[in-house]
């Protein structure tokens, strides 16, 4: 069974940054190789928003919120994604969630979370002023 576990939220300054990780175990190297992994943001009162995503083969997708700020990459030995977040705002605040797919997803939908199969658990990145 797929299992992610996120790690690395916290508590910063606006204008500083955080790296996030998450680690996947129950993937076969090559159906990990194959999957969309992506991370999600979750604020109160709001839908749940893709704001990276990143292929097998290295692909990547970044909403506009970000674009700049945030690096996603992954580590496909290691069963690992990360996102680097810089210059962090006051609006990156919420819950960080990193999702899997079985496959590969056809562009439109990268940023669906109903097309992700696996979710971690969530962990919290506030950004204060």
């Known amino acids: 069974q797929v299992q992610l576990v996120e790690s690395g939220g916290g508590s910063v300054q606006a204008g500083g940054s955080l790296r996030l990780s998450c680690a996947a175990s129950g993937y076969g190297y090559t159906s990990f190789v194959m999957a969309y992994v992506a991370w999600f943001r979750q604020v109160a009162g709001k839908e749940r928003e893709g704001v990276a995503v990143?292929?097998?083969?290295?692909?990547?997708y970044y909403a506009d919120s970000v674009k700049g700020r945030f690096s996603v990459s992954r580590d496909n030995a290691k069963r690992t994604l990360s996102v680097q977040m810089n210059s962090l705002k006051l609006e990156d605040t919420g819950i960080y969630y990193c999702?899997?797919?079985?496959?590969?997803?056809?562009?439109?939908?990268?940023?669906?979370?109903?097309?992700?199969?696996?979710w971690g658990q969530g962990t919290q990145v506030t950004v204060s002023s």
């Open positions: 999702a899997a797919a079985r496959g590969a997803l056809e562009r439109d939908k990268w940023t669906v979370p109903e097309y992700y199969n696996y």
């Open positions: 990143i292929s097998g083969s290295g692909n990547t």
